[in-house]
């Protein structure tokens, strides 16, 4: 499931465990339903503080993405949470932004950017 964190990436560990998480999910790597290690479990697995697991699970449960039974363990949502298009789309603005961003930092023109982007999607979605 999660394999590795980086203290030394400069992005926040509970950010990693999060984008890990959703990216399973979004893969088919985790389905929906399925269990997800306890807090305790996955701070030993990652040799990390059991604060930042929590921190990462309290935020992917208030999006939606996971549900906690108290005294039963923490699952893969049933079903996504019905947000408004225009919701959906805001949420992904801030990582389309840093995708164009390096893009042009890197000094790729428009059409690899997006290239590289449905490529991606393909195979995540599988065609």
Not at 45 to 55: C, D, K
Not at 79 to 106: D, W
Request: aromatic share 4%.
């Amino acid at each position: 499931m999660l394999t590795h964190v980086n203290p030394s990436s400069g992005v926040p560990l509970y950010l990693q465990i999060e984008s890990q998480f959703k990216y399973a999910i979004a893969s088919g790597g985790l389905k929906l339903g399925d269990a997800l290690p306890s807090v305790r479990k996955l701070a030993a697995e990652l040799r990390i503080n059991p604060n930042t697991v929590a921190r990462a699970y309290q935020d992917l449960e208030r999006e939606g993405i996971i549900r906690t039974v108290p005294g039963g363990g923490t699952y893969v949502a049933d079903s996504t949470p019905g947000l408004l298009k225009s919701e959906k789309l805001r949420r992904l603005r801030p990582s389309t932004l840093q995708l164009a961003v390096e893009g042009i930092q890197l000094r790729l023109e428009p059409e690899e950017i997006i290239t590289l982007l449905k490529e991606e999607l393909s195979k995540l979605v599988g065609e």
